[in-house]
């Protein structure tokens, strides 16, 4: 299974991935570590991250391991394009969008991080809103960490994963 954890900078997919790959035994693949470690050997970073964090999940896929992608994926053809990935390894997909709809609490947080991966530069409160993250056009689970714990959202996520388990892929 591919899960995907997306959604804008600070909302907790991070935090949620971790959780969740600890709770059920998948593999963390977080963009921000793709990024940062193309953008350390001097790579001007675009879409090289996505592509691959597409192939190495897609081979973790194939080896049978559930996979969990933890990005901002802002628009929908990146998000196809995940689909894609879960569709050319013939496993499900689960979408979530993880959202903290307390704008306090979100700028709260954007604005108390710290980098946990060397060199990186987390965004700005500015750059969050300014971001270019569109609307969704594909079904997803909407998880709001601003109204739950991020235990009770990975256990929120976990029901949802089981649900989807008994559906084809």
Do not use: F
Request: net charge neutral.
């Amino acid at each position: 299974m591919l899960v995907i954890l997306s959604g804008r900078p600070g909302t907790g997919k991070t935090t949620l991935a971790r959780l969740l790959a600890t709770a059920i035994g998948a593999v963390h693949l977080r963009i921000d570590s793709i990024e940062q470690a193309l953008r350390n050997i001097g790579r001007e970073v675009e879409a090289e991250g996505y592509v691959a964090a597409h192939a190495i999940a897609e081979d973790n896929l194939r080896l049978g391991h559930t996979v969990i992608a933890d990005c901002v994926n802002p628009w929908p053809v990146t998000r196809a394009a995940w689909r894609a990935v879960a569709a050319r390894a013939g496993v499900r997909a689960v979408e979530v969008e993880v959202v903290c709809s307390d704008l306090d609490e979100h700028r709260r947080r954007v604005e108390s991080r710290m980098a946990d991966i060397p060199g990186h530069r987390v965004p700005a409160w500015a750059e969050v809103l300014a971001r270019d993250y569109r609307a969704w056009d594909s079904e997803r689970t909407v998880i709001d960490t601003a109204r739950a714990s991020a235990a009770e959202s990975m256990q929120m996520i976990v029901a949802v994963l089981k649900d989807r388990s008994d559906r084809p892929a």
